[in-house]
């Protein structure tokens, strides 16, 4: 298992991670949809802390295993398998969701996690026989993961009342792994690779939403409601899913990934991104339910709960990508501007259809600027 090089020509993500992203998206549905179902419920806050605490657990395994795969993706017979373990405890940790973010019972998805962590020991033991250069490092990813792990199966048998706790200070203890393992010698890894596993994922994070809004408007339809409601907020919804597709690609996320401080960041930043798309169509999926007199919710409430995360995603993607944008600085208020203006869209009589155009104007917005940039510095000198 020899580290692959930084600098290798036309690196691209394989069919095994692409399959492996296809296996993690059915737990990004299963969270999602059990925090829609929290949320019509009228849970507000027992929906958000328990979806960020699911959703943790999905973007740090898929995380982990992404970065590893662009420093020692050998494709052999044992990374294969060992990578189909990891899906394995994708779908498990997907069983779970449900059950962890509705009842506090973290049983089946802390099972699926581990699973998916113990076959990541293994192969950064693996890459620590056959990397002398890095096995330093390679053992320490190794040892801190294991660790780790023993303290979620430990947490399981402690008290209810300390799981809040317990689950913070895990969290941390996971996030400082890969600092400590490479605070010497840092694994290789593919600035292009990295940028566009991201953005696959995004791309199949944002695809859910549309199918999970899909099924919600099959379902009102089969109710009869009101069709001209519905027609507003499925234009709203698709205009806004299209814009953020629009947002995220727009950027040349390669040309941020100039180290690994930078890169940590960016790849960090990211678990809101994936948690705000696919609230969003957790978002959209509530509005049709609710349109249908489904929940017990507030129109303001069931508005924000889809505004929200609107807001959250545009405001990310900006504070991740904004230096690499091409724009003037003057351009770099349009988002700031487009996120007050989502939030505000809550109180707006349509707040759906209201996102919809406002995040489509913010697209508009930024072409004209770039187009307008480009003009200015192909105008011959005077």
């Known amino acids: 298992m020899v580290a692959r090089r930084a600098d290798e020509r036309h690196r691209a993500s394989t069919m095994l991670e692409l399959f492996f992203d296809l296996c993690f998206v059915a737990a990004v549905a299963q969270a999602a949809s059990a925090f829609e179902h929290e949320l019509a419920a009228g849970r507000i806050g027992h929906a958000v802390l328990g979806y960020a605490m699911v959703f943790f657990a999905i973007w740090w395994a898929w995380m982990n295993f992404t970065w590893f795969a662009s420093a020692y993706d050998t494709d052999d017979v044992p990374y294969r398998l060992l990578t189909l373990v990891q899906i394995t405890g994708a779908l498990v940790l997907a069983a ?47 040892a801190g993961i294991f660790l780790v792990q023993i303290g979620w199966v430990v947490r399981l048998a402690l008290p209810e009342d300390t799981g809040l706790v317990t689950f913070a200070v895990l969290v941390l203890a996971e996030i400082a792994v890969p600092a400590l393992a490479e605070r010497t010698t840092t694994t290789t890894w593919h600035p292009h690779h990295i940028a566009e596993r991201y953005g696959l994922f995004t791309l199949i994070v944002l695809g859910e939403s549309i199918t999970a809004a899909t099924g919600a408007v099959r379902t009102a339809l089969d109710t009869h409601a009101a069709l001209g409601d519905l027609a507003a907020l499925v234009a709203g919804g698709l205009l806004t899913v299209f814009a953020l597709w629009w947002l995220y690609f727009a950027q040349s996320a390669p040309r941020l990934l100039t180290s690994l401080r930078t890169a940590l960041l960016w790849g960090y930043g990211h678990y809101l991104v994936f948690a705000s798309a696919a609230a969003v169509g957790a978002g959209l999926a509530l509005n049709v339910a609710h349109t249908a007199g489904h929940g017990h919710i507030s129109d303001r409430t069931a508005a924000a709960v889809y505004t929200v995360p609107v807001a959250v995603f545009i405001a990310l993607v900006w504070l991740l990508h904004h230096r690499t944008s091409g724009l003037r600085r003057a351009g770099d208020v349009l988002h700031p501007v487009a996120v007050l ?27 004209l600027l770039a187009a307008r940039g480009t003009d200015s510095r192909a105008e011959p000198a005077h």
């Open 341 to 367: 203006a989502v939030l505000a869209a809550t109180y707006a009589p349509s707040p759906i259809l209201t996102t919809g155009v406002i995040t489509a104007l913010l697209i508009t917005a930024t072409l």
């Open 96 to 142: 779970g969701a449900a059950e962890a973010l509705e009842h506090e019972d973290f049983t089946v998805i802390t099972w699926g996690y581990v699973i998916m962590r113990l076959a990541m020991v293994t192969q950064w033991l693996r890459a620590a026989r056959s990397d002398p250069e890095r096995r330093g490092t390679c053992l320490r990813y190794a």
